[in-house]
């Protein structure tokens, strides 16, 4: 009876340990003017085209996610990012370079940093997203679907995973333009973020993981048993 306790508590310890299914943890398309979840830079812009998102981001205007992250092991946030306008990534037009970019930078508060690079929309400037050296509006995802003139606007499409630790957790989104919100700026839209915890969510005691520990060594036991036993034909 005591091995049979024994292996069931280790089967359920085991259990407890195993990653359960993705939890939503945020989503927002900013369609029905809300804001929710956001601080800082940023409110509901209606594009040309009638699209909502949140903006403009310029100047190092920054705004920041606040999650619910109790409970949780892992968040992956994904987003779009719009390049508005004349955003000039590593120049050389707009007075940028590729120590004075129009940038955009994400990162965890207190935590890993999740994007850093440079969007550029106007013909002949480049930008080091994907990677440096690249020409205007590469590895865009769609290109002028906001409807907004003078030099138009880029879309990319970012999905990014990381370990959270604690209650809550706090996403920085900054934008660091060099001309005012009439020549260039950015925006985010379609913000989701979707949370992986272990069942049960809690680190076991040190007397749980010695009756797993137990239950362990009699699953062993018993294979050890099985395999040294022989059927004989009568």
Avoid: C
């Avoid at 003017?33 to 920054?62: D, E, K, R, W, Y």
């Amino acid at each position: 009876m005591k091995q049979l306790w024994l292996l069931g508590g280790a089967m359920a310890l085991i259990g407890s340990a195993l990653p359960a299914g993705a939890v939503s943890v945020y989503s927002n398309d900013f369609e029905h003017g809300s804001t929710t979840g956001f601080t800082g830079a940023g409110s509901i812009v209606p594009a040309p085209s009638g699209q909502h998102f949140l903006g403009p981001l310029a100047n190092g205007g920054t705004a920041t996610l606040t999650l619910n992250t109790a409970g949780l092991t892992s968040v992956t946030l994904s987003y779009d990012l719009y390049a508005i306008m004349t955003v000039d990534g590593d120049g050389p037009f707009g007075g940028n370079s590729v120590a004075n970019p129009d940038s955009f930078v994400v990162g965890v508060v207190g935590g890993p940093g999740l994007l850093n690079n440079s969007f550029a929309n106007f013909a002949g400037d480049t930008q080091n997203y994907p990677v440096v050296g690249r020409p205007d509006q590469s590895g865009a995802s769609a290109i002028n679907t906001l409807g907004y003139g003078n030099s138009g606007d880029a879309t990319y499409g970012f999905s990014q995973t990381f370990a959270v630790h604690g209650a809550t957790t706090q996403i920085s989104f900054t934008s660091n333009t060099n001309q005012g919100t009439g020549d260039e700026f950015y925006g985010l839209d379609n913000v989701r973020a979707t949370g992986v915890a272990a069942i049960g969510g809690t680190v076991p005691e040190p007397a749980s993981w010695a009756m797993m520990l137990a239950g362990f060594g009699l699953i062993g036991g018993v294979m050890r048993r099985r395999a040294g036993t022989v059927s004989v034909a009568a």
